[in-house]
């Protein structure tokens, strides 16, 4: 029910892209608790606002990072949209709309759309691609995060190691003759 919400949403703002008109308003689709999509046409280009909430403030540090490689990776593929991404405050797009959360764990993650983007040959792919995103960001922070965690256990099982080689070895007595101990 969602996903085709979603979809409608979409595709009216694709369809009035590709007829060069604006939307009146940003449509706004709640897809999970406390965070929403909103999107909007424009004549030459759709925006596409995902507001996310991070739970952890670990989430937050592998977020950026994450989000910083998707905004870098247009200068290698010239035809990847537009990413754009702000934490705690919304960006200037969403001024005037109700209900936007604000800091430190709120991220606003946009992507700009362009006519090949949303053209009819590429418009259910970008659809797909966009309703998976969330998914795939969580998704990639929670494989980050369990990397990172595997990799400090194995780190401090070679420390462990080395610290246990390092111990001396027992105090001994050892007898030197009849009677003499040393």
Known sequence: AVVSTQSGHYGRDF???EAETASDKTAVVHYHEEEAVY???HPDRVTVIFSTLFKDPDDVVIGKVFLQEFKDARKAHQQAPQ???SYGEPPAELNGQPGLL???NIGYVTFVLFPRHTSPTNRDNTINLIHQFRTYLHYHIKC???FLHSRMRSKTS???KVLNRAKPEAMTEKKFGV???F
């Open 144 to 146: 980050s995060k369990a």
């Open 179 to 181: 009677g003499k101990k």
């Open 83 to 85: 990413v754009l991404f």
């Open 15 to 17: 369809k009035m892209q």
């Open 158 to 160: 070679e420390f462990l």
């Open 102 to 104: 604000r800091g430190d």
């Open 39 to 41: 999107i909007s046409a």
